[in-house]
Structures are given as structure tokens and as C-alpha cells.
């Protein structure tokens, strides 16, 4: 049976989808996983619409080329350590995602491809969609492809509630091996990344995360059903406790070279153990309780409240900050393995 399976990701709701298949099924047979991004070579895509972004927002095209690869890697890396699934990443430049796809499936040594396939061809979900024929025509190495369609309002909820799970418990993984691998050598993070870590933490799950899970997903889940109601209770507790523990951990990056290291990292593995039961009373409890009992109605407005990821108060510059706070911790998490 297989042993290793390559996943390709592009980050659209239909790949988001696929990792969570492939993680599934790579633990049924005891698997592990290779993540793959195909990145687009820079000097042959300034053309049509990346030409455009780069006149109209330059810190827009350098995020996507600089930080996006190692953001949707740590993503779906996230997603198989929920499962205990061993994984890696790797990422290609590449205008032939096919020819990379098969590349990196020969380099790690994979028995299996596993990948979606979109049925169309868009601009976002180009190199899963008209990519996937090819590598099934060219590969060496048997190819599965997930049974995946276009997302409806349910599915594209859900996928966004799952992504901002994984990016938060990427952060949460970058911050543990950074102060790992400071004790290991003798030295202390940089604190102006703990800062930002800390800030990354507030500004998006506490203040957005949060909110729209209370005032929506839990809110309609209520008013279906009361089997959850205990588990909402919960969780609700959860989201407040949240706020504490994360006031508590800025006390103390803020203390900088007066705080314990050892006593941050404690706090920080503590922290990260609240967060994988929260995630996992969620996802194991209230997501499969939400896709029974609510309507689509109600899973219209949950898609709209979350595909709103940005806070009214910021513009595009600040949403593009902080994708690229969120590169560069894991960037400086995956160079101190």
C-alpha cells in the first residue's frame, strides 16, 4: 500500500478541501505526506494581471511571490500534525506546475500523487485545474484525484473556518521551535518578532476569529439545536480565557531580557495545548453538528461574515502587512529547524 504521498496546494477552497482529504487518508493507511507549491517564476509572469498588481500595489505582487509559498506549505502542514500525520513541504519555481509536480514527486521518493482537480480553469485555480490532466498523462507514479466540485456556501465556511485554524496553529508551531531552538544555542529570540507573534495572535483569532464564530456560527447553531449547547458554553468560556492567556504571554514578551525564557516557553507550549483542544472540540464537535442541523440560509451568512477576513478599520496595506508578518514567522521557524 502507499507510503508517501505528494499533495499539491494552491490555496483555493477546492485545495484546502483536498489536504484535509489527503491527510485523512494518509492516516488510514499510515502514510506520511509531502506538501508541494508550484511558485511561478517572477520574471515571466509580469504579464496580464500580475502585471497589473504590480503597478497598482508592489507590496501585493511581493507577497505573493516571497511569502505565499511558505504560508500555504505551513497551512497544510498544520492540518497533518492535527492528525498526527509525519510531513514535510517543498516548493518549486516553476511556469510548467506539472513538470514540478512530477519533479518533486521523484525527489522525495512519493509512490503516490494526490490531487484535485477544479473541472474549470480560473486564475486562481489554474494549477490544480489545467495542470491535472497532464500530470495524470506524464506521471511515473500512480495519481489519485480527489472527488472535489465547486464549493457552496457550506463547504467555502467551513474551508475559511479550517484555514484560519491552521494558520494560527502554523504562528503557534513557529513560536514553539523559535524558542527551542534559542535554548538550544544559547540565545534569545528576537524580540521584536515575539511582539509581532503576539500581535499576529491578537489582531486576527481574539479579534476576528472569535467574534464571527460567537455571533454567527454558535448564534444559528443555538437557535437549530441544543444538543451542542454545552459544548458551545464551552467554548465561549474558551474564547474569553483565550483573551487572558494571551494578555499574559505579552506581559511577558514584554518583559524582554528580565523574563524567564524558560518560563515563556512553559506558558507558550501551555498555550499551544488550550488552543489544539479548543480547535479540536470544534472541529470534531460543532462543525459536524453545524453542517447537520443548519440551513443554507443560515451557512449564506457564516460564508459572508468570514470571507469578510479583514477588519472595516484597515486597508489593503495593512491586510498585506500582516500576510507577510505571517511569512516571515514561519519563514524564521522552518531556518531554525
Excluded at 14 to 25: D, I, K, N, R, Y
Excluded at 49 to 69: D, L, M
Aim: charged content about 25%.
Amino acid at each position: 500500500m502507499y507510503r508517501h504521498l505528494l499533495v499539491p496546494v494552491d490555496g483555493t477552497e477546492l485545495s484546502t478541501e483536498t489536504v484535509g482529504q489527503a491527510v485523512e487518508f494518509a492516516r488510514t493507511l499510515g502514510a506520511r505526506v509531502t506538501f508541494f507549491y508550484a511558485a511561478p517564476a517572477q520574471d515571466t509572469s509580469l504579464r496580464g494581471e500580475a502585471e497589473v498588481v504590480w503597478q497598482t500595489s508592489p507590496n501585493e505582487f511581493v507577497y505573493a511571490f516571497e511569502g505565499r509559498a511558505r504560508e500555504l506549505l505551513a497551512k497544510a502542514e498544520s492540518a497533518a500534525r492535527a492528525r498526527e500525520v509525519p510531513c514535510g513541504s517543498m516548493s518549486l519555481v516553476s511556469d510548467r506546475p506539472y513538470e514540478a509536480i512530477l519533479a518533486a514527486a521523484a525527489k522525495a521518493g512519493c509512490d503516490l500523487i494526490f490531487m484535485a482537480s477544479h473541472g474549470r480553469r480560473s486564475t486562481v485555480g489554474m494549477m490544480l485545474g489545467s495542470q491535472t490532466l497532464k500530470v495524470l498523462v506524464h506521471s511515473e507514479v500512480p495519481v489519485l484525484v480527489a472527488a472535489t466540485r465547486n464549493p457552496g456556501a457550506a463547504a467555502r465556511a467551513l474551508g475559511t473556518i479550517r484555514d484560519e485554524h491552521r494558520s494560527l496553529a502554523a504562528v503557534l508551531h513557529a513560536w514553539t521551535h523559535l524558542l527551542a531552538a534559542a535554548r538550544r544555542d544559547g540565545t534569545r529570540p528576537d524580540p521584536a518578532l515575539l511582539r509581532a507573534i503576539v500581535r499576529y495572535i491578537r489582531d486576527f483569532p481574539l479579534a476576528l476569529h472569535h467574534p464571527k464564530e460567537n455571533d454567527h456560527l454558535f448564534r444559528l447553531l443555538r437557535q437549530r439545536t441544543s444538543e451542542v449547547d454545552a459544548d458551545l458554553d464551552e467554548l465561549e468560556r474558551q474564547h474569553e480565557r483565550d483573551h487572558q492567556m494571551v494578555a499574559e504571554l505579552s506581559t511577558m514578551v514584554e518583559a524582554g531580557a528580565d523574563s524567564d525564557p524558560a518560563a515563556l516557553e512553559a506558558a507558550v507550549a501551555r498555550y499551544s495545548t488550550f488552543i489544539w483542544e479548543h480547535m479540536g472540540r470544534e472541529e470534531g464537535v460543532i462543525l459536524p453538528a453545524a453542517q447537520r442541523w443548519l440551513t443554507e440560509v443560515d451557512w449564506a451568512e457564516i460564508d459572508a461574515a468570514f470571507a469578510a477576513n479583514r477588519d472595516p478599520r484597515f486597508g489593503g496595506d495593512t491586510d498585506i502587512q500582516y500576510k507577510r508578518l505571517f511569512s516571515r514567522i514561519v519563514n524564521l521557524a522552518a531556518e531554525a529547524r
